[in-house]
């Protein structure tokens, strides 16, 4: 059973009301991240690497691209942005946590790739000019703004893009919603700092935001829905449907 088949077979007609909040402080999370850095790969990796590679495949970098990784990590998708882009291109990562920048400069110079850029910084505010990118990728981050942000942040990150650039977001999902998400959601509630990703509905997110979704893919993280946007800017740079004209979220 492919991931996509497992997603839907656990959909029930439940209404699944509002995405989970965000309460934990942006400097907790910092925090979190920091301590975390050292073993963030042994833990996260074994469940985040198929998903991940899956959005670099739809993001699809080419050589002499300028490429965006907004919350880095260990670097393990900058390290192959940076690869990607080749030496006539640009990889910069940027993420919020000082322990995660420097797993990405470790990861980067293991690889031989010192020509990639790590900064501290909040994805909600980009110290880049405007359309400094040809590719901006986020996976796992996107769902740790809270909902308020989240129009903010995406705007940010439109604002980064060039005209013509794609943007692909790797996150939990809240499509397919059903008793394992529900059941994440609950653990994620009581344990907001541990189990901090939640799902959320990304494409729809996108389309909010003023975005094009070009292709969408669904796959799973034990038995969690993660869904995987490739988008691009929209023309007119107008966004989606208001919300309640929506037929149904996803
Ligand atoms: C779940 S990890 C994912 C890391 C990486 N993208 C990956 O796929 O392995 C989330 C990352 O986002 C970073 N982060 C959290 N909030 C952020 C923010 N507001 N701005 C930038 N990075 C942030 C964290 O420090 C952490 O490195």
């Not at 919350?71 to 882009?85: N, P």
């Not at 999902?173 to 998400?181: A, E, I, Q, V």
Request: aromatic share 8%; proline share 8%; hydrophobic share 40%.
């Amino acid at each position: 059973m492919t991931g996509d088949q497992r997603a839907t077979s656990e959909a029930t007609d439940r209404p699944p009301g509002p995405i989970a909040r965000v309460s934990r402080s942006k400097p907790d999370a910092r925090d979190w991240y920091d301590a975390f850095s050292r073993r963030y790969d042994a833990v996260a990796n074994p469940f985040e690497t198929p998903a991940r590679t899956s959005g670099l495949e739809l993001l699809a970098p080419e050589p002499g691209e300028r490429a965006l990784d907004v919350g880095c990590g260990t670097g393990t998708a900058l390290v192959a942005l940076a690869r990607a882009v080749g030496p006539t291109g640009i990889a910069v990562g940027i993420d919020l946590a000082d322990g995660m920048c420097r797993a990405s400069r470790r990861a980067l110079a293991g690889a031989g790739l010192e020509r990639g850029v790590v900064l501290v910084g909040d994805g909600a505010s980009l110290p880049f000019a405007d359309e400094a990118f040809d590719a901006v990728f986020a996976s796992f981050v996107l769902e740790l703004f809270d909902t308020p942000e989240l129009p903010a942040v995406l705007a940010e990150w439109r604002r980064v893009l060039a005209p013509d650039g794609r943007l692909c977001v790797v996150s939990l999902s809240r499509g397919g919603f059903g008793p394992t998400t529900w059941l994440y959601e609950r653990v994620h509630n009581l344990l907001p700092t541990a189990v901090d990703c939640r799902p959320i509905y990304v494409t729809e997110t996108l389309r909010e935001a003023g975005f094009r979704v070009l292709e969408a893919r669904y796959e799973t993280v034990w038995r969690l829905p993660v869904e995987i946007g490739l988008c691009r800017p929209r023309e007119d740079g107008s966004g989606g449907r208001p919300a309640n004209q929506r037929d149904r979220p996803g």
